[in-house]
């Protein structure tokens, strides 16, 4: 069974490959489907715009397809980034300018107030863009002071999660998968599938 994931993020596609790795689905990216467009993220919740880009990569492609939408909630910043996580830093955002902001901004918080979790929703479309399910995921955790490690992505170097004394970024594929906001919506998504029928 062949799925579209709703992203050209090399490093998210090979993520959700890992983990949905022996379940019989295939997942392909939009780099597959170059002519389907930039689904504008206009929703108010992590769940909406995951429910938005799922639903318009399926028609654009008449295949199912999953999307997540993910983002770090900082109590110390009344829960931003939140769903603008991955462009906080502006227009022209990247992983290294959203560190930098967040950093910037939380550099007068002292430790012991600096608690965020990660959030995320996944979202499943069949082809004609209805969606059949969505798997919630979160992990709690602290905002260090400055980057630490070198795997992962996005905010993954500053976030220490709950009871951990390393980042995500310091952490194996497998320990963060088995940690991480987006390894417990998949692992839903992964008891989902072979009960409706994927193979």
């Known amino acids: 069974m062949k799925i579209v994931l709703a992203t050209r993020n090399k490093k998210k596609l090979a ?8 379940t019989g689905v295939e997942l ?4 597959d ?14 769940e909406a715009n995951a429910v938005l880009k799922a639903s318009q ?3 654009s492609t008449g295949h199912y397809a999953l999307a997540d939408d993910s983002g770090l909630e900082v109590d110390a910043l009344h829960g931003a980034p939140g769903v603008f996580s991955a462009r906080y830093s502006g227009p022209d955002a990247d992983d290294r300018k959203n ?7 939380m550099k007068l918080v002292p430790d012991g107030k600096r608690t965020a979790r990660f959030q995320t929703v996944i979202a499943l479309a069949a082809p004609d863009g209805h969606i059949l399910n969505t798997f919630p995921g979160k992990v709690e955790g602290t ?5 630490a490690g070198e795997t992962g992505f996005g905010y993954d170097p500053v ?9 995500f970024a310091q952490m194996s594929a497998a320990e963060k998968d088995a940690l991480s906001h987006r390894g417990q919506a998949l692992e839903k998504l992964k008891t989902y599938l072979p009960a409706a029928g994927f193979q």
């Not at 993520?15 to 022996?22: P, T, Y």
């Not at 905002?143 to 980057?147: A, L, M, Q, S, V």
């Not at 976030?159 to 980042?167: A, V």
Request: charged share 20%; aromatic share 10%.
């Open 99 to 105: 560190l930098e902001k967040l950093l910037s901004e």
């Open 33 to 46: 489907f170059p002519q389907t467009p930039e689904v504008e993220e206009t929703g108010s919740t992590f």
């Open 57 to 59: 990569v399926a028609k």
């Open 15 to 22: 993520e959700l490959s890992r983990v949905l790795a022996g």
């Open 143 to 147: 905002i260090g002071f400055c980057p």
């Open 28 to 31: 392909l990216g939009l780099d």
């Open 159 to 167: 976030f220490y999660p709950l009871g951990h004394n390393r980042t």
